[in-house]
């Protein structure tokens, strides 16, 4: 990391009290100078209070810090809910003596309980004390919740010679599904561009990566993505073919992130690609990915390591998808697994298993009715998912 970070920021991470367990669970990302920001959240109809702040925030295009807890969403918690997240800016811009209406806020945690907002106003001042340019780790394990390791990615990149850097810290290990945004992700650049320009990017990006990811079908109410441009390295977008070279980094950066999500998910074992070829569009093959990615009985055969090809095509046949059954290939890898429609027989099905044994695979299924294509990252459903869910609050 001490080679691949963006110039003119600053990051925290420290330990509130708000989990109750000697974790950390404040962090704060602070830019010198003040950037522009573009951002994405969740569609789910139940939105968390800094959800509803942030989507206000950025319309200005400007920000210079976000602070973030863990172990608490403020989430359903009514209008105090609300004033504790403009109190948790407020505080922060007091301390770091900037305009509040440039911090934004974000929250990940159990939903419904009141944000104990006096233990964040009281660590506000060690908070930004701790901000270092090094400090990207300390932030990322700050905003942990079920994630069992932080995650950061680098990625550098050169504009007109100008060299830029491009780091990402996302959180989210259950909760996860498309329809953007599926976690809290922050990505901070020092490359100058236009909140257009970054909100084109980041949409882009988002599409294919992000939202190309479940790891248990539900869809958390405080998703947020946001995604800082500070200019310090001298980079700028200055047209479509810079803005398109940036989009390639900015995608690269998310889609390694998607990876490490989906490989952290709650109680996952195994890291697999679904990929769906021949449908009769590109939207048609998404369903039909989506639809097998959160199929319980297809990542509970993917948990037993189960070869059990009816339970794919049975969930493909369910996704809406108009489907001739003798049209369908199913495969893992390089082992064909269903031809026609028709099973290849035990020796295919030993062979399948073999490569379920791996961490990571791929599963390919060929629909044979077009030239649309879609691809999603899932995971298997272990016990350990449903331990974890089942005592999250106790």
């Given at each position: 990391?001490?080679?691949?970070?963006?110039?003119?920021f600053?990051?925290?991470?420290?330990?509130?009290?708000?989990?109750g367990f000697?974790?950390?669970?404040?962090?704060?990302?602070y830019?010198?100078?003040?950037?522009?920001?573009?951002?994405?959240?969740?569609?789910n109809?139940?939105?968390a209070?800094p959800?509803?702040?942030d989507?206000l925030?950025?319309?200005?295009?400007?920000?210079?810090?976000i602070?973030?807890?863990?172990?608490?969403?403020?989430?359903c918690t009514?209008?105090?809910?609300?004033?504790?997240?403009?109190?948790?800016?407020?505080?922060a811009?007091?301390?770091?003596?900037?305009?509040e209406?440039?911090?934004?806020?974000?929250?990940?945690?159990v939903?419904?309980e009141?944000l104990?907002?006096?233990?964040?106003?009281?660590a506000?001042?060690?908070?930004?004390?701790?901000?270092?340019?090094?400090?990207?780790?300390?932030?990322?394990e700050?905003?942990l919740?079920?994630?069992?390791v932080?995650?950061?990615?680098?990625?550098?990149?050169?504009?007109?010679?100008?060299?830029y850097?491009v780091?990402?810290?996302?959180k989210g290990?259950?909760?996860?599904?498309?329809?953007?945004?599926?976690?809290?992700?922050?990505?901070?650049?020092?490359?100058?561009?236009?909140?257009?320009?970054?909100?084109?990017?980041?949409?882009n990006?988002?599409?294919?990566?992000?939202n190309?990811?479940?790891?248990?079908?539900?869809?958390?109410?405080?998703?947020?993505?946001?995604?800082?441009?500070?200019?310090?390295?001298?980079?700028?977008?200055t047209?479509?073919?810079?803005?398109n070279?940036?989009?390639?980094?900015?995608?690269d950066?998310?889609?390694?992130?998607?990876?490490?999500?989906?490989k952290?998910?709650?109680?996952?074992?195994?890291?697999?690609?679904?990929?769906?070829?021949?449908?009769?569009?590109?939207?048609a093959?998404?369903r039909?990915?989506?639809?097998v990615?959160?199929?319980s009985?297809?990542?509970?055969?993917?948990?037993g390591?189960?070869?059990?090809?009816?339970?794919?095509?049975?969930?493909?046949?369910?996704?809406?998808?108009?489907i001739?059954?003798?049209?369908?290939?199913?495969?893992?890898?390089?082992v064909?697994?269903?031809?026609g429609?028709?099973?290849?027989?035990?020796?295919?099905?030993?062979?399948a298993?073999?490569?379920?044994?791996?961490?990571?695979f791929?599963?390919?299924?060929?629909?044979?009715?077009g030239?649309?294509?879609?691809?999603?990252?899932?995971?298997?459903?272990?016990?350990?998912?449903v331990?974890?869910?089942?005592?999250?609050?106790?």
């Open positions: 990391m001490e080679q691949m970070l963006p110039k003119g600053r990051a925290s991470g420290i330990c509130a009290g708000i989990k000697g974790k950390k669970d404040l962090g704060l990302l830019t010198d100078v003040p950037a522009h920001v573009a951002g994405m959240f969740t569609t109809r139940i939105q209070a959800v509803l702040l989507r925030r950025i319309r200005s295009g400007r920000c210079r810090s602070i973030v807890n863990s172990g608490n969403a403020n989430c009514g209008k105090k809910g609300l004033e504790d997240a403009e109190a948790m800016a407020r505080f811009a007091l301390i770091l003596g900037v305009d209406e440039q911090v934004l806020v974000a929250s990940t945690g939903i419904g009141p104990p907002i006096q233990k964040i106003e009281a506000i001042p060690e908070l930004v004390k701790g901000l270092k340019p090094d400090g990207f780790m300390d932030f990322a700050a905003i919740t079920t994630d069992t932080p995650k950061v990615v680098s990625r550098k990149g050169m504009l007109e010679g100008a060299e850097t780091t990402g810290i996302a290990a259950g909760m996860i599904h498309p329809h953007m945004a599926t976690l809290l992700c922050f990505v901070c650049t020092d490359l100058q561009a236009t909140p257009d320009h970054l909100n084109r990017a980041l949409a990006s988002v599409a294919g990566s992000l190309r990811i479940s790891i248990d079908g539900d869809m958390s109410t405080n998703d947020t993505v946001l995604l800082f441009a500070n200019g310090a390295s001298g980079a700028v977008v047209d479509p073919a810079s803005l070279a940036f989009g390639r980094i900015l995608e950066v998310l889609m390694a992130l998607a990876r490490a999500i989906v952290n998910g709650e109680g996952a074992t195994k890291l697999v690609e679904i990929v769906v070829e021949g449908a009769s569009s590109p939207e093959a998404c039909v990915a989506e639809t990615a959160t199929s009985l297809v990542k509970t055969a993917l948990f390591e189960d070869a059990n090809w009816g339970r794919i095509l049975a969930a493909a046949g369910r996704s809406g998808v108009p001739e059954p003798e049209s369908i290939d199913v495969s893992f890898d390089d064909l697994l269903v031809q429609g028709a099973g290849c027989g035990k020796a295919a099905e030993a062979e298993t073999r490569i379920l044994k791996r961490p990571e791929c599963l390919k299924i060929k629909l044979g009715a030239s649309g294509t879609a691809s999603m990252l899932t995971c298997d459903f272990s016990i350990d998912y331990k974890i869910n089942a005592h999250y609050r106790s």
